[in-house]
C-alpha cells in the first residue's frame, strides 16, 4: 500500500540548505512481526517507484523472496523524484511557486536521514535486510554506515561507495542534453523533457552492454533502415526516450544525477575506507560482470573494506540493468548467504 509521511521539522541538507518540512511517498507490503524482526527495507534506482512488487517482480510479491506474508517491505521514493516524495513540482513555501529549477539537491545521505523519521514513525527498531541496486545500493551503504547497528544484512547491488568520474561523465553528457534544449529554463512542467528523451539514450548506453544490443536489437540489411529511416538500435534508443518522458520529467532527472555524483560514502568520514569499516550488518556485495557504470572493481572494493562481508559476481547479457533483470540467481544469493552458507570473496555465477 502506497502511502505518505509528512514531515514538520527542518531538515538541514548537505549542502546547508534547509527544508523547513518535507513530504515522502512511501509503500509497504505485509505487516511487521510482534519481534519486529521482520523487516525488508529496499532502495530503489533512478528513476523507480516506491512500490518494488511492480519493478522488481521477481524478488518482490507473493511466493517470490520477499514474501509479504512473511516480510514487512518498505520502499521509499526518493526525494527529488517525481512519483509522490518532495520534487522540483511541488510548491516553494517561499515563494507560493513550484521549485522547478530552484529545488535544493539532495544527496544520497540526504535522502537517508530524512528516512530516519519515517522508520521511527513506522515503529522500526531494526530492519532484517537492507537491499538496493545502482542508486539504491548507494543509499543502502549511507545508511548501514550512518547507523552501524541497524541492519542485520545488507545486499549492496551493482553500486559503489563513491560516483566515479567514468559515471559521472555519463551523468554530465545527459545534463548537457537537457541543458541543450531550448525550454529548459522555462519554469514549465514540461521544460527540457525534449533534451530527457536524448539523455535517456545516452543512459541506456551505459546501462547495457554490447552483447544486449547485438542480440535484442540487431542490424538490418534493408537500406534505407526501415519505413522510417530508421531500425533496430536507432528505432530502440528513440522508443526509450518516449518512453521516459512519458512518466518523467527532466527537473527530477537532472537533480537526481547529480545526487548521484555527489555520492562519497568517506565524505566528512576520513576515508571510504573507515566509512565502510563502521558497517555491521552481515554484507553480500554483487557485481555484474558485464556493467560498464558500475565495474566489478567497486563492487569489490565494498566487500575488501566491511567485516564479515562476502563478494558474487554475476554474468548477465544485460549490463548494469541486469540487477533488475536477473532476479532468479539474485534470489539464490541471497537465499545462501542468510543461511550461512559458505560465501567465497570472489565467485563468478552464470546465468542463462
Avoid at 38 to 45: I, L
Wanted: aromatic share 14%; with cysteine; glycine share 8%.
Amino acid at each position: 500500500m502506497t502511502q505518505l509521511f509528512q514531515y514538520d521539522r527542518p531538515l538541514i541538507l548537505e549542502s546547508g540548505a534547509v527544508m523547513p518540512s518535507y513530504h515522502l511517498s512511501y509503500t509497504t507490503l505485509g505487516k511487521l512481526n510482534a519481534r519486529g524482526d521482520n523487516v525488508v527495507w529496499v532502495f530503489h534506482a533512478l528513476t523507480a517507484n516506491s512500490d518494488p512488487a511492480e519493478w522488481w517482480p521477481g524478488l518482490v510479491g507473493e511466493g517470490k523472496l520477499f514474501d509479504p506474508s512473511k516480510y514487512f517491505i518498505v520502499c521509499v521514493n526518493m526525494p527529488g523524484s517525481c512519483y509522490g516524495s518532495i520534487g522540483p513540482l511541488d510548491i516553494n513555501p517561499h515563494t507560493g511557486e513550484p521549485y522547478y529549477h530552484d529545488f535544493p539537491f539532495f544527496t544520497t545521505r540526504d535522502m537517508i536521514r530524512a528516512y530516519q523519521p519515517l522508520r521511527k514513525f513506522l515503529g522500526i527498531h531494526k530492519i532484517h535486510i537492507g537491499i538496493g541496486g545502482s542508486m539504491g545500493g548507494q543509499q543502502l551503504l549511507e545508511w548501514a554506515i550512518e547507523e552501524p547497528e541497524l541492519f542485520d544484512y545488507i545486499f549492496p547491488v551493482a553500486t559503489n561507495a563513491q560516483h566515479s568520474p567514468w559515471a559521472i561523465a555519463f551523468n554530465v553528457a545527459q545534463r548537457m542534453s537537457i541543458e541543450a534544449d531550448g525550454t529548459w529554463k522555462e519554469k514549465n512542467p514540461l521544460a527540457g523533457i525534449k533534451g530527457m528523451k536524448a539523455a535517456r539514450a545516452t543512459a541506456l548506453i551505459s546501462y547495457r552492454h554490447y552483447d544486449t544490443y547485438l542480440k535484442a536489437q540487431p542490424r538490418s540489411n534493408i537500406f534505407p533502415f526501415g519505413d522510417n529511416g530508421w531500425d533496430g538500435a536507432a528505432s530502440y534508443q528513440r522508443y526509450q526516450g518516449e518512453k521516459l518522458a512519458l512518466r518523467f520529467n527532466a527537473f527530477s532527472y537532472y537533480i537526481l544525477s547529480q545526487a548521484m555524483d555527489a555520492h562519497n560514502v568517506g565524505r566528512g568520514r576520513g576515508s571510504m575506507e573507515k566509512a565502510l569499516q563502521q558497517i555491521r550488518a552481515k554484507t553480500l556485495a554483487v557485481g555484474i560482470e558485464t556493467d560498464i557504470l558500475f565495474p566489478l572493481k567497486e563492487q569489490q572494493f565494498i566487500a575488501a573494506n566491511i567485516s564479515n562481508a562476502g563478494y558474487k559476481t554475476i554474468y548477465s547479457n544485460f549490463g548494469h540493468d541486469g540487477f533488475l533483470l536477473e532476479f532468479d540467481v539474485l534470489s539464490s544469493l541471497v537465499s545462501d548467504f542468510m543461511q550461512e552458507r559458505s560465501v567465497p570473496r570472489i565467485a563468478r555465477i552464470e546465468t542463462n
